[in-house]
């Protein structure tokens, strides 16, 4: 298995709050994703690293950002955690876009 | 429309039956990717296809670039196969949204 790792595994938070989620990987892939996971959307992409300080928006990025400051390291941050932000969280990690992805355990967090 | 889309959603099946997993996409690829979901929630790789058919055990996937589908097989089901099965487009990022499978003895 990939070395790859989240943290926490659990959160549940208040609204209005900011939440930071931590990927962390021990292959060097220059790529490193964070999607969320919802019933009935599948994984949807969230923000997506190619690089360090290289980040990109993916398709549900509204009220999150990122920071890459090492390989090893992908942050998701929530300024201020919304009801509609409750999912499940999981980060990945591939060589290349096109390449076979990694996952995480995931995360899952509950915004009340 | 999705631009990927699995049929069916659900599927239930007896131990020992041959179960075939649909996925369609309207972009264009370099390559598609078949993964499992436990239901611990764990996500690991199945396969990675860009053209024809590749085999793991007891699990198959074909695709079809012409056609824009691609099926996931597998023969001689098992319990422990019982499983979200999702296809992805990964060089688009871009998902579908899953086939539970239940495999009951």
């Known amino acids: 298995d990939a070395g790859i790792t989240q943290s926490p595994r659990h959160k549940v938070t208040e609204t209005g709050t900011p939440v930071t989620l931590r990927c962390h990987q021990t292959?060097?892939?220059?790529?490193m994703y964070w999607y969320r996971q919802d019933p009935g959307h599948g994984l949807r992409l969230i923000h997506y690293?190619?690089?360090?300080?290289?980040?990109d928006k993916g398709e549900v990025s509204d009220g999150y950002s990122v920071s890459r400051s090492k390989t090893e390291d992908f942050l998701l941050t929530l300024e201020s955690a919304t009801s509609s932000q409750t999912s499940v969280y999981f980060c990945?990690?591939?060589?290349?876009?096109?390449?076979?992805?990694?996952f995480g355990p995931g995360t899952r967090l509950l915004v009340l | 429309k999705n631009e990927v889309e699995q049929s069916p959603q659900n599927l239930t099946a007896q131990e020992g039956e041959f179960i075939t997993i649909n996925c369609s996409y309207s972009?264009?690829?370099?390559?598609l990717h078949w993964l499992q979901q436990h239901p611990g929630g764990g996500i690991v790789s199945l396969f990675m296809?860009?053209?024809g058919k590749k085999k793991h055990g007891r699990l198959i996937a074909t695709i079809n670039i012409q056609e824009k589908h691609s099926s996931l097989h597998i023969t001689a089901s098992h319990p422990r196969d019982s499983a979200v099965y999702i296809c992805?487009?990964?060089?688009?990022?871009?998902f579908g949204t899953g086939t539970r499978l239940q495999v009951f003895p």
């Open positions: 972009v264009g690829i370099s390559a």
């Open positions: 990945a990690i591939s060589d290349r876009v096109s390449e076979t992805q990694y």
């Open positions: 690293s190619y690089g360090v300080k290289d980040t």
């Open positions: 992805a487009v990964t060089d688009k990022l871009i």
């Open positions: 292959e060097n892939h220059r790529y």
């Open positions: 296809l860009s053209s």
